[in-house]
């Protein structure tokens, strides 16, 4: 079976600060990350996807995750955040199935 | 391109009735997944459908029930609807392989009174 664990559920900060979202996995398998982001009514939008091949990934955005094996993790970082970035962010995880297991999520602030 | 859309955004039902929710997966799409997300939680996955068929699916009573039809759009039904399934219940399709990245609709908000 596999798991995510988002390991804060709120992360306040101010903007042009950098912000680190963590997220720890576990599986018995190889594992596919991805993380989420979630405005106000509205679905979840693909931010970033770790399927193979280098472990840094890379948004459009700003952010990147970096795929950690040894401690099972998939954190989120973003050197200068904007008022723009407050939103829901998930992590999730596939792999050994067709499921995507998700976390419960950490609620970005970014403060002016 | 459209995108993955559902409907109706909102629905108002009283316990014991049943629901139907309806799905079209983004243009190219071949998988449809259906998540509940209560307030304040992550998506729990529901069921997925592929080819018509329920592909795998999560830990949800039998009431909890699906259909995928050719054209790849899919319906999500609840029966005997309880308080507890007050949600907001999302459709993602993909391509049919298990990493291919999920492409959610907005959801539809359900409140069971």
């Known amino acids: 079976a596999q798991s995510v664990t988002q390991l804060d559920s709120q992360v306040p900060v101010f903007e042009e600060a950098p912000v680190e979202l963590r997220c720890n996995y576990s599986?018995?398998?190889?594992?596919?990350l991805f993380w989420y982001v979630q405005y106000p009514n509205q679905g979840l939008q693909l931010l970033l996807k770790y399927l193979s091949g280098s472990t840094l990934v890379e948004s459009i955005n700003g952010f990147e995750a970096e795929f950690n094996k040894s401690q099972t993790s998939f954190h989120l970082r973003k050197p200068s955040v904007h008022i723009s970035d407050t939103a829901e962010y998930f992590c999730a995880v596939s792999g050994g199935g067709f499921k995507t297991i998700f976390g419960a999520g950490t609620r970005l602030f970014v403060k002016a | 391109d459209a995108g993955v859309t559902q409907s109706p955004t909102h629905l108002i039902k009283t316990r014991g009735q049943q629901v139907t929710l309806r799905c079209s997966p983004k243009s190219g799409h071949d998988t449809v997944s259906w998540y509940q997300q209560a307030l304040g939680q992550g998506p729990q996955f529901i069921f997925q459908y592929y080819e018509e068929e329920e592909r795998q699916r999560g830990n949800f009573p039998d009431r909890f029930s699906g259909h995928q039809f050719p054209n790849y759009s899919s319906e999500l039904n609840v029966n005997a609807l309880l308080l507890g399934d007050s949600a907001l219940y999302l459709c993602?399709?993909?391509?049919?392989?298990?990493?291919?990245?999920?492409?959610f609709g907005n959801g539809t908000r359900l409140t069971v009174t």
């Open positions: 993602a399709s993909s391509l049919g392989r298990g990493n291919s990245p999920l492409h």
């Open positions: 599986s018995s398998v190889s594992v596919y």
